[in-house]
């Protein structure tokens, strides 16, 4: 088929490697999605959606169905699993382990890489071989895009430009590849700015504005015949971003990600891949509400940094031992200190400093063992396990005198965690497959849960302390799915559970008094003995004529604590419809987007019950051939219908934008 | 630099301030600062005064070295008595302030004891007199070695006075932290009533209630700190959070049982 538009984009159960990409051999469950950033050479796919250079991070993760997005504004939406999110889930960059240093999430990893910097993001559901760590939620890496080596041109590359009528966003990207036999780069880069948006109904939602730029190096050289040696370098800076549904804004943020790696490659060996990655990152992040009139937060002038560093390795091999077996192992250390600190400004007084994570360390050992045995052509068996020591620490005298103001023990802490895994998937005809997951989990608490020292959260209005003697999180999961593929229906259901022990929650501290100018009062982590999260997710899709499809992906998600009260963070019942056309050179799409009213929320955890909504968004795009150039036009209608709305999981019930025109011009050579 | 540092030391000193800072045989002064010396006259021995840093008004560590006249060898078992007293001009009464007995130490060879400035020198007011009375032990004599002392105003209000429900006057004055860190610290707090001749007694029989508040933050106090029990002459010992920098008070209630005999008496300091 010959190659449509760019905004393409593969829900893949196993996708097809290229000779240098790490092999998805053990990871052929339905657990593992990935999303393929969309290039000049993609073909199309199974679904059409947003998977494109010009699209930010967000969008792309939209398209799978088990993640949902926490928004506090216009700005780095914070990704989650199934409603399980921040230290119930990995979030990694090729591998690498990144840590936000903001202390009230408004830096989620994925807002420092951009669909520019990227080859896929991969999303396992629960632990799993790719789930990337201890987990109880799974993992979400976000795959760097490599040069290619001996790439048919010597230069070739893509520069676009968008604009975004809601926020008057504007957009400038650009990316050039240099290919030689045995030695490639590339380089890219990104700047992007918006105003305040307006909500549905014209509403200016005031502190939504941002810039950030993203630039990113990688370059890729063959030492022997089937060994190479890559280096990558990824800068990303915000500044002056908005945070409307928090009380702070970020004044700037600063990430910086490198990472070199050897990697061998050779099909016809029993050991035929092996990579090893040496890597760190700095995040400088600093937010201030110095720009909010006062009165309107209840507050004083405050400023908050925050700076996360992480360095680490790992080395991950595949073996054929068998023509039928395939057997995976990884070992990783990495190591995380985090300081976060707040100074407020009150008027007559003494400027007044406080650490909220107290100079905090995690130092990690891990290893990972999985196997894959194809039984027969219609049999698939996988299996395997993670185990890893973990040293949390204070490491300076006025972080242990900080952490004295909440606990009055030794803060120190050592912690051994296994994860175990199986799948097995059996094709019972050419058309249907069923598929069985079930796993331990089990997960440190975050440096935030353990140390944090008055952080204020605006879900609940409450200042959270750390809990030094929490215990480890920890779950039991499952799930089992059904798929029926036909040449022009597909159709695939899916349920799901997790059954949680101590799982960790805040709890109102009787009598503690917050720190925080008009908090409530002050909770504290802890472990509620058992809550349990079940749900379900319907995908299909079907051809209705030779251009014209369907497609519905459908999810629900239940969860309550043993308690009785309903966990927070949990997305209501949500249906996205999509009919899309593709005609010759042209690609259009009509979605709706419905969200359930959710009522099942729980004071416990400070939620309030969010209404019903249904938005349509429309795009239509088309690709003309330059010579041997191309370039993609594109214009989408967001929120065509200009209606007021927000999601369950919208901070402090912060309206989205209300209708957006959006045009994107990409020239690819 | 330490000759400098001597100097900037001496114009803060008072007339008897000594040149001659040569360590007493034995004595461990280390870190302290002298203030001066003196002859106990009549009792041969000689006494050093020094201060662990430039006297504020509040509670003040003071040292002594007892050294025999004759000998210069150092005298560990001297009976000292301090007194302290600032003339409040022709006519009028001169005014104490509590002390605390020098206590030998065999460890640095010192006399350690303490006096509660309540008023700063200078500024049209007199120099505070410390008064030393010593009898030596080698052969009974008594004499006294006297001190003028100047004290400068402490930033933040470390001391306070209120009169009781039961008519006294009590001073409460903050002994520690004097150099607060973020987080726990121990709280110790002096309390002294005030006599008829209008010195000061330790009083050892208050329960002692308090809440550490930021005024700047609408009074926000913190948690798990622990009220002051008696330690022993007037001490009282507790902890008190302090859960960030900047402007703190501490809010003192002082109990006789069920009776409260002072309440909302205020300590003030900023760190």
């Given at each position: 088929?010959?190659?449509i538009?760019?905004?393409?984009?593969?829900?893949?159960?196993?996708?097809?490697?290229?000779s240098?990409?790490?092999?998805?051999?053990?990871h052929?469950?339905?657990?593992?999605?990935?999303?393929?950033i969309?290039?000049?050479k993609?073909?199309?796919g199974?679904?059409?959606?947003?998977?494109?250079?010009?699209?930010?991070?967000?969008?792309v993760?939209?398209?799978?169905?088990?993640?949902?997005?926490i928004?506090?504004?216009?700005?780095?939406p914070?990704?989650?699993?199934?409603?399980?999110?921040?230290?119930q889930?990995n979030?990694?960059?090729?591998?690498?382990k990144m840590?936000?240093?903001?202390?009230d999430?408004m830096?989620?990893i994925?807002?420092?890489?951009?669909?520019?910097?990227?080859?896929?993001?991969?999303?396992?559901?629960?632990?799993?071989?790719?789930?990337?760590?201890?987990?109880?939620?799974?993992?979400?890496?976000?795959?760097?895009?490599q040069?290619e080596?001996?790439?048919?041109?010597?230069?070739?590359g893509?520069?676009?430009?968008?604009?975004?009528?809601?926020?008057?966003?504007?957009?400038?990207?650009?990316?050039?590849?240099?290919?030689?036999?045995r030695?490639?780069?590339?380089?890219?880069?990104l700047?992007?700015?918006?105003?305040?948006?307006?909500?549905?109904g014209?509403?200016?939602i005031?502190?939504?504005?941002?810039?950030?730029?993203?630039?990113g190096?990688?370059?890729?050289?063959?030492?022997?015949?089937?060994?190479?040696?890559?280096?990558?370098?990824?800068?990303?800076?915000?500044?002056?971003?908005?945070?409307?549904?928090?009380?702070?804004?970020v004044r700037?943020?600063?990430?910086?990600?490198?990472?070199?790696?050897?990697?061998?490659?050779?099909s016809?060996?029993?050991?035929?891949?092996?990579?090893?990655?040496v890597?760190?990152?700095?995040?400088?992040?600093?937010?201030?509400?110095?720009?909010?009139?006062?009165?309107?937060i209840d507050s004083?002038?405050?400023?908050?940094?925050?700076?996360?560093?992480?360095?680490?390795?790992?080395?991950?091999?595949?073996?054929?031992?068998?023509?039928?077996?395939?057997?995976?192992?990884?070992?990783?250390?990495?190591?995380?200190?985090?300081?976060?600190?707040?100074?407020?400004?009150?008027?007559?007084?003494?400027?007044?400093?406080?650490?909220?994570?107290?100079?905090a360390?995690?130092?990690?050992?891990?290893?990972?063992?999985?196997?894959?045995?194809?039984?027969?052509?219609?049999w698939?068996?996988?299996?395997?396990?993670?185990?890893?020591?973990?040293?949390?620490?204070?490491?300076t005298?006025?972080?242990?005198?900080?952490?004295?103001?909440?606990y009055?023990g030794?803060?120190?802490r050592?912690?051994?965690?296994?994860?175990?895994?199986?799948?097995?998937?059996?094709?019972?005809?050419?058309?249907?497959?069923?598929?069985?997951?079930?796993?331990?989990?089990?997960?440190?608490?975050?440096?935030k849960?353990?140390?944090?020292?008055?952080?204020?959260?605006?879900?609940d209005g409450?200042?959270?302390?750390?809990?030094?003697?929490?215990?480890?999180?920890?779950?039991?999961?499952?799930?089992?799915?059904?798929?029926?593929?036909?040449?022009?229906?597909?159709?695939a259901?899916k349920?799901?559970?997790?059954w949680?022990?101590?799982y960790i929650?805040?709890e109102?501290?009787?009598?503690?008094?917050?720190?925080?100018p008009?908090?409530?009062?002050?909770k504290?982590?802890?472990?509620i003995?058992?809550a349990?999260?079940?749900?379900?997710?319907?995908?299909?899709?079907?051809d209705?004529?030779k251009?014209?499809?369907?497609s519905?992906?459908?999810?629900?998600?239940?969860?309550?604590?043993?308690?009785?009260?309903?966990l927070?963070?949990?997305?209501?019942?949500?249906?996205?419809?999509t009919?899309?056309?593709?005609?010759?050179?042209?690609?259009?799409?009509?979605e709706s987007?419905t969200?359930?009213a959710?009522?099942h929320?729980?004071?416990?955890?400070?939620?309030?019950?969010?209404?019903?909504?249904?938005?349509?968004?429309?795009?239509?795009?088309?690709r003309?051939?330059i010579?041997?150039n191309?370039?993609?036009?594109?214009?989408e209608v967001?929120?065509?219908?200009d209606?007021?709305y927000?999601?369950?999981?919208?901070?402090?019930?912060?309206?989205?934008p209300?209708?957006?025109?959006?045009?994107?011009?990409?020239f690819?050579? | 630099?330490k000759?400098?540092?001597y100097?900037?030391?001496?114009?803060?000193l008072?007339?008897?301030?000594?040149?001659?800072?040569?360590?007493?045989?034995?004595?461990?002064v280390?870190g302290?600062?002298?203030?001066?010396?003196?002859y106990?006259t009549?009792s041969?021995?000689?006494?050093?005064l020094?201060?662990?840093?430039?006297?504020?008004?509040?509670?003040?560590?003071?040292y002594l070295v007892?050294?025999?006249?004759?000998?210069?060898a150092?005298?560990?078992?001297?009976?000292?008595?301090i007194s302290?007293?600032?003339?409040m001009g022709a006519?009028?009464?001169?005014?104490?302030c509590p002390?605390e007995?020098p206590v030998?130490?065999?460890?640095?060879?010192?006399?350690?004891?303490?006096?509660?400035?309540?008023?700063a020198?200078g500024?049209?007011?007199?120099?505070?007199m410390i008064?030393?009375?010593?009898?030596?032990?080698?052969?009974?004599?008594?004499?006294?070695?006297?001190?003028?002392?100047?004290v400068?105003?402490?930033?933040?209000?470390?001391?306070t006075?209120q009169?009781?429900?039961?008519?006294q006057?009590?001073?409460i004055?903050?002994v520690?932290p004097?150099k607060?860190?973020?987080?726990m610290?121990t709280?110790?707090l002096?309390v002294?009533?005030?006599?008829?001749?209008?010195?000061?007694?330790?009083?050892?029989?208050?329960?002692?209630?308090?809440?550490?508040?930021?005024?700047?933050?609408?009074?926000?106090?913190s948690?798990n700190?622990?009220?002051?029990?008696?330690?022993?002459?007037g001490?009282y010992?507790?902890?008190?959070?302090?859960t960030?920098?900047?402007?703190?008070?501490?809010?003192?209630d002082?109990?006789?049982g069920?009776?409260?005999?002072?309440?909302?008496?205020?300590?003030?300091?900023?760190?």
């Amino acid at each position: 088929m010959k190659l449509i538009l760019i905004g393409l984009l593969f829900i893949a159960t196993g996708a097809l490697c290229q000779s240098n990409n790490r092999p998805d051999t053990t990871h052929k469950s339905i657990h593992l999605h990935e999303v393929v950033i969309r290039d000049k050479k993609s073909g199309n796919g199974l679904a059409n959606k947003d998977a494109d250079v010009q699209s930010s991070t967000d969008q792309v993760l939209k398209e799978i169905p088990s993640v949902e997005l926490i928004y506090r504004g216009n700005y780095a939406p914070e990704p989650m699993i199934y409603g399980l999110s921040a230290g119930q889930i990995n979030v990694t960059i090729d591998g690498m382990k990144m840590f936000g240093a903001c202390t009230d999430r408004m830096d989620p990893i994925s807002s420092y890489v951009e669909p520019n910097n990227l080859k896929s993001i991969t999303v396992n559901e629960g632990p799993g071989p790719d789930a990337q760590g201890s987990t109880v939620g799974g993992g979400i890496n976000f795959k760097i895009n490599q040069p290619e080596l001996n790439a048919d041109k010597e230069f070739s590359g893509l520069f676009g430009a968008g604009y975004q009528t809601n926020a008057g966003t504007t957009q400038t990207l650009g990316s050039l590849q240099y290919s030689t036999k045995r030695f490639a780069l590339l380089v890219n880069g990104l700047y992007r700015a918006a105003q305040d948006y307006a909500a549905g109904g014209g509403e200016k939602i005031l502190y939504s504005q941002y810039s950030k730029w993203n630039g990113g190096v990688s370059a890729k050289y063959q030492v022997s015949d089937h060994s190479y040696l890559n280096a990558n370098y990824i800068q990303d800076d915000g500044n002056n971003i908005g945070f409307p549904a928090l009380t702070m804004d970020v004044r700037y943020t600063r990430a910086s990600i490198g990472s070199v790696d050897y990697l061998f490659n050779d099909s016809t060996k029993k050991l035929f891949y092996w990579d090893t990655k040496v890597y760190g990152n700095y995040i400088d992040h600093v937010m201030d509400n110095l720009k909010r009139p006062l009165s309107t937060i209840d507050s004083m002038p405050m400023v908050m940094t925050g700076i996360s560093k992480t360095f680490g390795a790992y080395t991950e091999a595949f073996i054929k031992t068998g023509d039928k077996n395939v057997f995976r192992t990884r070992a990783e250390v990495y190591q995380n200190t985090w300081h976060a600190d707040m100074t407020m400004y009150p008027e007559d007084a003494a400027e007044m400093y406080m650490l909220t994570i107290p100079d905090a360390q995690r130092t990690v050992a891990g290893i990972d063992l999985s196997d894959n045995i194809s039984v027969s052509n219609k049999w698939n068996v996988s299996f395997g396990g993670h185990a890893e020591y973990d040293r949390s620490a204070i490491t300076t005298t006025v972080g242990k005198e900080q952490l004295s103001a909440i606990y009055t023990g030794a803060p120190d802490r050592t912690d051994l965690l296994y994860n175990l895994f199986a799948n097995t998937s059996y094709r019972l005809s050419d058309r249907w497959t069923l598929n069985l997951d079930i796993a331990r989990g089990m997960r440190s608490s975050t440096l935030k849960e353990l140390y944090g020292v008055f952080l204020f959260n605006r879900t609940d209005g409450y200042d959270y302390i750390g809990s030094p003697a929490l215990h480890n999180e920890q779950s039991v999961n499952g799930d089992i799915s059904a798929t029926y593929r036909s040449k022009h229906f597909f159709i695939a259901a899916k349920a799901f559970s997790w059954w949680f022990h101590d799982y960790i929650a805040g709890e109102v501290v009787n009598g503690a008094t917050p720190v925080n100018p008009g908090a409530f009062g002050v909770k504290q982590y802890l472990n509620i003995p058992s809550a349990v999260l079940d749900g379900c997710e319907l995908k299909g899709s079907i051809d209705i004529y030779k251009t014209l499809s369907f497609s519905s992906v459908d999810t629900y998600t239940y969860g309550e604590d043993g308690d009785g009260h309903a966990l927070p963070l949990i997305a209501p019942f949500k249906s996205v419809n999509t009919l899309q056309y593709s005609f010759q050179k042209y690609f259009l799409y009509l979605e709706s987007v419905t969200e359930a009213a959710q009522y099942h929320v729980s004071s416990f955890y400070g939620e309030r019950s969010s209404p019903a909504f249904s938005i349509l968004n429309f795009k239509v795009a088309r690709r003309f051939a330059i010579g041997e150039n191309q370039l993609e036009c594109s214009v989408e209608v967001a929120n065509v219908l200009d209606t007021y709305y927000y999601e369950h999981l919208d901070v402090f019930d912060v309206p989205r934008p209300g209708r957006d025109f959006i045009g994107h011009v990409t020239f690819f050579f | 630099m330490k000759k400098l540092l001597y100097a900037g030391v001496a114009i803060l000193l008072i007339s008897a301030c000594s040149k001659n800072n040569v360590n007493p045989n034995g004595a461990n002064v280390t870190g302290k600062i002298k203030v001066g010396e003196s002859y106990a006259t009549g009792s041969g021995v000689k006494v050093t005064l020094y201060q662990g840093a430039a006297f504020l008004t509040g509670y003040n560590k003071i040292y002594l070295v007892i050294t025999d006249s004759a000998s210069a060898a150092v005298v560990t078992n001297a009976t000292i008595a301090i007194s302290t007293s600032m003339g409040m001009g022709a006519g009028m009464a001169a005014m104490t302030c509590p002390v605390e007995q020098p206590v030998y130490s065999s460890t640095n060879e010192l006399y350690t004891g303490a006096s509660v400035f309540n008023m700063a020198t200078g500024g049209g007011m007199g120099q505070w007199m410390i008064s030393v009375n010593v009898t030596n032990p080698a052969n009974g004599k008594k004499g006294t070695a006297s001190f003028m002392v100047n004290v400068n105003n402490s930033t933040y209000n470390l001391i306070t006075t209120q009169t009781g429900s039961d008519g006294q006057t009590y001073m409460i004055t903050l002994v520690q932290p004097l150099k607060p860190q973020v987080g726990m610290n121990t709280l110790e707090l002096l309390v002294d009533e005030q006599n008829m001749d209008m010195t000061y007694s330790p009083v050892n029989n208050f329960q002692v209630q308090f809440t550490p508040e930021m005024p700047a933050m609408q009074n926000m106090t913190s948690s798990n700190n622990q009220n002051p029990v008696l330690s022993a002459n007037g001490h009282y010992v507790g902890k008190v959070n302090l859960t960030m920098t900047g402007d703190w008070k501490l809010d003192i209630d002082l109990l006789n049982g069920q009776t409260t005999i002072v309440t909302d008496a205020d300590i003030e300091f900023t760190f």
